[in-house]
């Protein structure tokens, strides 16, 4: 059992950044690939990165890749998302999501989720 903490959203101008923060507690958080979702209104939740039990191995959507950054610090049972040069088209809630075993682009391969957080990018 996993309980997960998303932080870090706020309200940016397009081309600046953010760092999302997700947090784990409940259980050895480097036993857990995590990935990172988001979903606009009206629209299907969507894979955004992911990145592996030890942080060697991460995956991005083409839409992000080259602009975000996913890490993780397991002694601080946190991984990160680093959005930088973000666009309107960005502006969701975003979620962290854990599995067991391995990092996986469909939504629902992961057991743990957060409650979200809210990144809004205005042009």
């Known amino acids: 059992q996993v309980q997960l903490v998303e932080s870090g959203g706020g309200q940016v101008q397009a081309g600046d950044s953010l760092r999302l923060s997700c947090i784990a507690s409940g259980a050895t958080f480097s036993s857990y690939a995590v990935g990172w979702f988001r979903q606009a209104p009206g629209k299907e939740r969507e894979f955004v990165g992911g990145i592996t039990r030890s942080g060697g191995i991460t995956d991005y959507a083409d839409s992000v890749k080259g602009r975000f950054t996913i890490s993780r610090d397991n002694a601080k049972n946190t991984v990160y998302l680093q959005m930088n040069s973000l666009k309107p088209e960005d502006t969701a809630v975003y979620y962290c999501?854990?599995?067991?075993?391995?990092?996986?682009?469909?939504?629902?391969?992961?057991?743990?989720w957060g409650q979200g957080t809210q990144v809004t990018v205005s042009s």
């Open positions: 999501a854990a599995d067991r075993v391995v990092v996986s682009r469909r939504p629902g391969t992961y057991d743990y």
